[in-house]
């Protein structure tokens, strides 16, 4: 009934041209899409009706033309009774989940690894703690001197005289 209903709705903007007493050309008023509608062979060129079962929009506007109900020309198989014919067959009662018996196992492995295409990447990813830059942790893009050894400067920007030589030693 949903889709029956949304059809309803989207069959407001088509008009016809009618052909025969249930032959129509179904055409959309914004653009020239065209549609052929046999109501006595219970077809439309957009086979929405054919492959459902449910009549389309243009289906739904020549029936409007001919004041006939869509509800009529559903396929039997969405009524009440056919569902029930469908499902009316007894289903044989199973036991508890504690009585089935128990099947043994292998442990789940992961899928097996597939190289993708193309070149791998070159940078690692990075830990959240870690500079994206340096990759080194908690330093945040601080330098290191090599003249002094402290953080947050380079040999080229030290004004520090003294030199320090555990610094010198690491340069090396």
Known sequence: MK?????I?????????????????VTHHLNSSGFIVNLDKMTCTCNFWELVGIPCRHVVAAMGFR???PEDFVDDYYTREAYELCYSFS?????????????????????QYKRGPGRPKKLRR????????????????????????QLGHSARGCKSTEVNLSAQQRKV
């Open 126 to 149: 990075r830990e959240a703690d870690e500079n994206p830059k340096t990759g080194k942790h908690n330093t945040w893009g601080l330098n290191r001197c090599t003249n002094c050894g």
């Open 67 to 69: 004041n006939q109900n």
């Open 3 to 7: 889709r029956l209903n949304k059809e």
């Open 9 to 25: 709705e989207l069959s407001g903007g088509w008009s016809l041209h009618w052909s025969t007493q249930t032959s129509f050309q």
């Open 91 to 111: 289903v044989s009662p199973i036991n508890g989940q504690d009585m089935w018996p128990t099947v043994e196992v292998e442990d789940m492995l992961p899928p």
